[in-house]
């Protein structure tokens, strides 16, 4: 089945460095969405891209949709300790599986204050 | 608005036990998804609900993991019998309808250890 490369596996940074993490496919996606998870909490939707070479900032977080569809990187400016969490990337197509989500393994993100 | 209501939030089992969790989704969803997350993994869907209805439930172990929505509203997974490789957090989500990205909301889980 369709598989999510996400690099880095985990990050270890100081307060206020900016960080970067992407995630690759063999194959493409219509939309590619992004999610935090928070120890002991349910996924929370970051930013969602619906266009090959959109991209789209939230406050302090800007993700862009790869031309190629097979691909989407997240960045995260000026990182403040509540930044911490796993951060996940997901790909979706629309047809025969109802647009079912496909999860990347998440990167950790660590901040230092 | 109340969001998608899980419980319990922990259980603890023994390997060929039984084990049934509980999700409410959000009021005037239609679409329930229940999602397994194995620890370092991302969540990976068992089964999709539309209304009462099973959207997709190819990846569900027909076997052992069982699920339904009788009324349309809040559903139960059952997992008969448990095995250790079933250890992981499950997730409900719930959207107002198939395909509403931005609206597939995620509850807490209940974590699962099976011994």
């Known amino acids: 089945g369709q598989q999510l490369n996400q690099s880095p596996q985990s990050m270890f940074i100081q307060e206020g460095e900016d960080v970067s993490m992407n995630c690759t496919s063999s194959s493409i996606f219509n939309t590619w969405l992004w999610y935090k998870q928070e120890p002991g909490e349910g996924p929370v939707l970051l930013i969602a891209l619906y266009k090959a070479g959109e991209l789209t900032s939230n406050g302090r977080l800007t993700a862009q949709f790869g031309i190629t569809r097979k691909d989407s990187f997240l960045n995260i400016s000026a990182s403040i300790p509540s930044d911490v969490g796993i951060y996940f990337c997901?790909?979706?197509?629309?047809?025969?599986?109802?647009?079912?989500?496909?999860f990347g393994k998440g990167t950790k993100l660590s901040v230092k204050p | 608005e109340a969001g998608v209501a899980q419980s319990p939030r922990y259980k603890i089992i023994e390997k060929r036990q039984s084990v049934a969790f509980w999700c409410n989704p959000i009021?005037?969803?239609?679409?329930l998804y229940w999602y397994q997350q194995i620890l370092g993994q991302g969540p990976k869907l068992l089964i999709q609900f539309q209304n009462n209805g099973v959207v997709d439930d190819s990846q569900l172990p027909k076997d052992r993991f069982s699920a339904e929505r009788l009324k349309g509203v809040d559903s139960t997974l059952k997992i008969q019998p448990a095995k250790l490789e079933d250890s992981a957090v499950y997730l409900c989500a719930s959207s107002y309808r198939t395909g509403s990205i931005e609206g597939q909301y995620f509850g807490p889980g209940t974590r699962l250890t099976v011994t």
């Open positions: 009021s005037g969803h239609a679409t």
């Open positions: 997901a790909g979706q197509n629309y047809g025969g599986s109802q647009g079912n989500l496909i």
